[in-house]
């Protein structure tokens, strides 16, 4: 019901487009996030990098301050994640993730993996940096 696109390798410094078809409308109200899986990390690892709210608020993780974007197109039901300037350390399975209702940008950054349904996930898709 989420399917991400847009993964693949670039170079640091480069930039890449995530995005996120959302095919259920259970989700229309849904706050939205990407999180990502790093290799080696657990799925209990992943970590929330940026969040749409519910109240259409966005929030960025500070290891990606300044450089990713957030954004949703509601009419095409589109999530999006702007990467600019990556690094190597952006390297790592991205997933986007109907985090739940009624939920702000920031609250959803803080959210544990684990408290999210795994029908909630996309399958992911890999960025991988090289320097």
């Known amino acids: 019901r989420l399917v991400e696109s847009g993964g693949g390798s670039v170079q640091a410094g480069g930039s890449l487009r995530l995005s996120c078809v959302v095919r259920?409308?259970?989700?229309?109200?849904?706050?939205m996030a990407w999180f990502r899986q790093a290799p080696g990390k657990q799925h209990e690892e992943r970590e929330a990098v940026a969040a749409y709210g519910s109240d259409g608020t966005t929030s960025v993780a500070d290891s990606v301050k300044g450089r990713f974007t957030i954004s949703r197109d509601n009419a095409k039901n589109v999530l999006y994640l702007q990467m600019n300037n990556v690094k190597p350390e952006d390297t790592a399975m991205y997933y986007c993730?109907?985090?739940?209702?009624?939920?702000?940008?920031?609250?959803?950054?803080?959210?544990?993996?684990?408290?999210?349904?795994?029908?909630?996930w996309g399958q992911g898709t890999l960025v991988t940096v090289s320097s």
């Open positions: 259920d409308d259970t989700y229309s109200n849904h706050c």
């Open positions: 993730v109907a985090v739940g209702p009624r939920s702000s940008a920031i609250r959803a950054l803080n959210v544990m993996p684990g408290a999210i349904p795994f029908a909630n």
